[in-house]
């Protein structure tokens, strides 16, 4: 058996990465509303009264964040169940546009037939 040489694949080099500049002139050139800034902000802004030293102060932060994020997971579970519904009915539609496409088929070649 003969075996084959394997040609090495030469790839293009990679472009450099951003210099510090360019990656600063990127984020000020941002909006505000840039997913990248608001994904992390809570929803409701924290109490500033409350004392990061107080232990009840700490807990009731923790549950309110607790609070939000059970919030947002739930929001999530229905956005998911809303695409899962929008994505079959999407497919559905396909379906039913090839087979009408079909349908046009036969009929073009029955006529011409």
Do not use: W
């Amino acid at each position: 058996m003969g075996s084959k040489a394997k040609k090495r694949v030469v790839l293009p080099t990679r472009p450099a990465p951003p210099t510090v500049e360019q990656i600063l002139e990127d984020v000020r050139g941002a909006p505000a509303q840039d997913p990248v800034f608001t994904a992390l902000v809570p929803e409701e802004p924290p109490d500033p009264s409350l004392k990061a030293e107080d232990p009840e102060a700490q807990q009731e932060q923790l549950y309110q964040q607790s609070r939000a994020y059970v919030a947002t997971n739930e929001r999530l579970r229905q956005v998911g169940d809303e695409l899962k519904q929008k994505f079959e009915d999407l497919h559905e539609a396909g379906c039913r546009l090839e087979q009408d496409m079909g349908q046009v088929v036969l009929l073009g070649t029955s006529a011409t037939s």
